[in-house]
């Protein structure tokens, strides 16, 4: 979908090394002002995962997890019953940053490229902490393929400057523990180039398919306007073994078009540029509604992923909105519901 060229918004990470200094920094800072004294409590995590450890039984609510029923008991008392699961103490988090041209685009209070970036260090203050490690795979450029110029690189240490990515470039770096690495990760999370196309987000989830890793928390951040079913298998199968979230990446120009008269719009993956009249009602709802549909079936996959949905907004406060999620995960939790 043509999108309209980017309005620069009034608050946003300077573009370039600038990304991985001072501002970068200042981010983390309103994150952990913020977030620190709301969220603390008995889970290592955003999303509070059931963990491994054997625990009690109680009797079993609809929404339980039917993997985890407890059948000797359930025999014994006629009463259908589940195991619950002591929350591991350590928890190791990956994310999945995809980083193709289509986030370099807002037209709100922060590009979706920097909802993203902050999102990140977000998720990395909730989750590293305890000796919990965070590792990320990041995806950019032109889709890879069978066959085709994509690269995956690995890098052993990132304190320091981020690696170069090149076209088609998929770059795991490894899971680590401390606030040291963790903040190497962002810097090179944040200082990562967004090359021109669009990468193939069903390999960039591929990636923590294999190996096998350990059980753990992972996350998908993207804008998710690659075809479901491109990443909606790879999503399906990280679910089998993890906790996974997806945080969708939305501007509202990508759900409604504004009465402005001609529109010069452009494509950030192929550049193509046209010229739109947006002051035609009919060209507005037809937008509107195939805008409708395409979030729609975000939805709907990710859903049958078994994946948790998050939706941040470059014209709202993500923070805010990622507290409301954290909160409401909990209390559903809480209530013997997993969603």
């Known amino acids: ?39 603390q409590g008995d ?26 029923m407890d059948w000797p008991v359930t025999a014994r008392t006629t009463l259908p019953h589940v195991r619950r699961t002591v929350a591991d103490r350590e928890l190791e988090t990956w994310l999945a940053v995809d980083l193709s041209a289509s986030l370099d685009f807002g037209t709100g209070r922060w590009l979706k490229r920097d909802v993203v970036v902050a999102a990140a260090a977000a998720l990395a203050h909730l989750t590293v902490r ?21 690269r995956q690189s690995r890098t052993g240490r990132w304190r320091g400057a981020p690696p170069e990515a090149g076209t088609g470039t998929l770059l795991r770096l490894p899971a680590r523990g401390g606030r040291k690495e963790t903040q190497g990760l962002l810097r090179a999370i944040a200082g990562t180039e967004i090359r021109p196309g669009r990468s193939d987000l ?10 096998p890793r350990r059980r ?64 035609d009602p009919g060209l507005r709802r037809r937008y509107a509604e195939a805008a409708t549909a395409q979030r729609a079936a975000i939805a709907t996959e990710l859903r049958a992923a078994g994946a948790a949905h998050l939706r941040l907004r470059t014209d709202r406060d993500w923070l805010l909105d990622m507290v409301r999620f954290v909160a409401a995960q909990r209390h559903a939790r809480t209530r013997g519901t997993t969603r």
């Open 1 to 39: 979908m043509a999108r309209a060229a980017p309005v620069t918004p009034p608050t946003r990470l300077p573009a370039g090394g600038d990304r991985s200094g001072a501002a970068l920094d200042r981010l983390q800072l309103m994150v952990t002002r913020k977030l620190d004294g709301l969220l």
């Open 43 to 68: 889970y290592a995590g955003l999303l509070p995962g059931p963990g491994s450890e054997a625990g009690e039984s109680r009797e079993y609510r609809p929404g339980d997890d039917v993997r985890r």
């Open 130 to 150: 305890g000796g919990n490690r965070i590792g990320a795979v990041i995806g950019t450029g032109v889709a890879a393929s069978a066959g085709s110029s994509a």
């Open 202 to 211: 069903g390999a960039l989830v591929d990636m923590l398919n294999r190996p």
């Open 216 to 279: 753990g928390l992972v996350v998908v951040i993207s804008d998710f306007l690659a075809p479901p079913q491109q990443w909606g298998r790879p999503i399906r199968k990280l679910r089998v073994r993890h906790d996974v979230l997806a945080v969708e990446v939305v501007d509202p120009r990508e759900l409604e078009l504004p009465d402005v008269g001609v529109l010069p719009v452009v494509d950030p993956e192929s550049g193509e540029l046209h010229e739109v009249q947006t002051a």
